[in-house]
C-alpha cells in the first residue's frame, strides 16, 4: 500500500484558477514592496552633508566603506552599518585591538595597521572612507578628501578634527551627536542614528541630575603621553567636553588646540587635583603615573600628591560610543578626590 509520501496530489480543476490567483497576488505584493523600498531610496537621495569646511552631495548610500580608528569604527558599529563596510584602519599600530569591537566587526579586516594609503583603499575598492585630521589624515599629505575625490572616493570627516583645518565652536558632546546624525543621513538610516543620539542624550541628563554637586570644578589634567613635553588635549579635544559633563575643568583648555604638546611648567602651575591617563600604546597607564610619581618635579602637583590618577581607554576619551561612560567614570574620580 503506498504511502502518503509517495501519492501525487493533483489540484482540484476548480482550485486551479484560485491557486494561480493566489500566486499572483503573492509575487504582486512582494513586488510593491520591493518598489516602495526603492521609492524611498530614491527620495532619500541625492542630499548634502557638512563635513567641517565642505558640502559634500552624496547619490546613494555608501556600499563599500573604510573606517580609521577604533573610535570611528565603533560609531559604524553603533550604527548597525558593518554591512557596508569593507574593512578598517589604524587600529593595531598604535593600540591593542579591543575585544569588544573584535566581536563588531567579525570577519571584516584591517586593511592597515597605520594610516592607509590612496593604494589600500582602491585594493580595496571603497567608495567611502570615514576619517578625521589626525584621525587617518593629516593635513597636506596623499590621503585627503581632495586626493582621494577623483578615486571616486567620498570622505567625512570626525567633527572633532575640524579645527585642524577651520575654525569651530568649542568641543561639545554635540560634536559626537553631529557625527552620528550625519552618518544617518549618508546611509539612510536616519531613524536608527536620531533613536542612538536621543538615547545618549537622556542618559547622559538622567545621570547628571542624580549627580552630587562639587563645591568647585574639580581642576583635571589629561595625560596621553610625553615625558620632556606632555601630549594632552586642548580646547577643542573630547576629554574637555568629557570632564565639564563630569563637573570638572580641563586645566589646558585655553589652549586652542584639539590634541597637542605643553610645558610641564604650566601643568605645575595650574595644580590639577586629578589626572587623567590616556591609556594606548607601548606605554602602559601604570608606567605613566609611574613616572607622574617619581619625578620631583611633580611632587607639589594635588593630583600627584593625593595620589589621584584616573584611566581613560583611548576609546574613550576620543569621540565615540563609549563617551558616556567615560563621563560616568570621570564623574566619579572627581568626588571620590573631595
Not at 486551479?16 to 518598489?35: C, R, Y
Not at 545621570?207 to 596621553?224: N, R, S
Not at 577643542?236 to 570632564?243: D, H, K
Request: proline content about 7%; some cysteine; overall charge negative.
Amino acid at each position: 500500500m503506498p504511502t502518503l509520501a509517495h501519492q501525487q496530489i493533483h489540484p482540484h480543476p476548480h482550485n486551479k484558477s484560485a491557486f494561480a490567483k493566489h500566486v499572483i497576488l503573492l509575487l504582486s505584493t512582494m513586488m510593491a514592496g520591493v518598489l516602495q523600498a526603492s521609492s524611498a531610496t530614491d527620495q532619500h537621495y541625492p542630499i548634502d552633508v557638512q563635513s567641517c569646511d565642505r558640502i559634500v552631495t552624496f547619490d546613494h548610500a555608501p556600499k563599500a566603506t573604510v573606517s580609521n580608528d577604533v573610535n570611528l569604527t565603533e560609531m559604524m558599529l553603533a550604527l548597525k552599518l558593518q554591512d557596508s563596510m569593507v574593512g578598517f584602519t589604524g587600529v593595531s599600530g598604535w593600540k591593542t585591538l579591543d575585544p569588544t569591537l573584535r566581536n563588531g566587526i567579525g570577519e571584516l579586516p584591517e586593511l592597515s595597521p597605520k594610516y592607509p594609503s590612496k593604494e589600500v583603499l582602491l585594493g580595496a575598492d571603497a567608495d567611502f572612507y570615514f576619517a578625521g585630521w589626525n584621525y587617518g589624515m593629516r593635513v597636506g599629505g596623499g590621503v585627503t578628501p581632495d586626493t582621494l575625490d577623483p578615486l571616486g572616493i567620498k570622505v567625512y570627516e570626525l567633527t572633532e578634527s575640524c579645527i585642524h583645518i577651520m575654525d569651530k565652536p568649542k568641543v561639545s558632546m554635540n560634536d559626537l551627536y553631529n557625527d552620528l546624525l550625519n552618518l544617518g543621513r549618508i546611509f539612510n538610516v536616519e531613524s536608527r542614528a536620531n533613536t542612538l543620539v536621543t538615547g545618549y542624550k537622556k542618559e547622559l541628563a538622567d545621570f547628571q541630575a542624580h549627580l552630587t554637586p562639587l563645591p568647585a570644578p574639580t581642576k583635571v589634567f589629561v595625560y596621553d603621553s610625553g615625558e620632556e613635553q606632555p601630549f594632552t588635549s586642548g580646547r577643542y579635544g573630547m576629554p574637555t567636553a568629557l570632564i565639564e559633563a563630569a563637573g570638572g575643568k580641563n586645566i589646558t583648555d585655553d589652549v586652542k588646540k584639539s590634541w597637542t604638546q605643553i610645558g610641564w611648567e604650566s601643568v605645575i602651575d595650574r595644580a590639577p587635583d586629578v589626572i587623567v591617563i590616556v591609556n594606548y600604546g607601548d606605554v602602559t597607564a601604570q608606567q605613566k603615573i609611574n613616572f607622574l610619581r617619581s619625578n620631583p618635579a611633580f611632587s607639589d602637583i594635588p593630583a600627584v600628591k593625593n595620589n589621584q590618577f584616573t584611566v581613560l581607554e583611548y576609546v574613550e576619551a576620543t569621540p565615540g560610543p563609549r563617551n558616556i561612560e567615560a563621563i560616568k567614570h570621570l564623574a566619579k574620580a572627581f568626588r571620590a578626590a573631595l
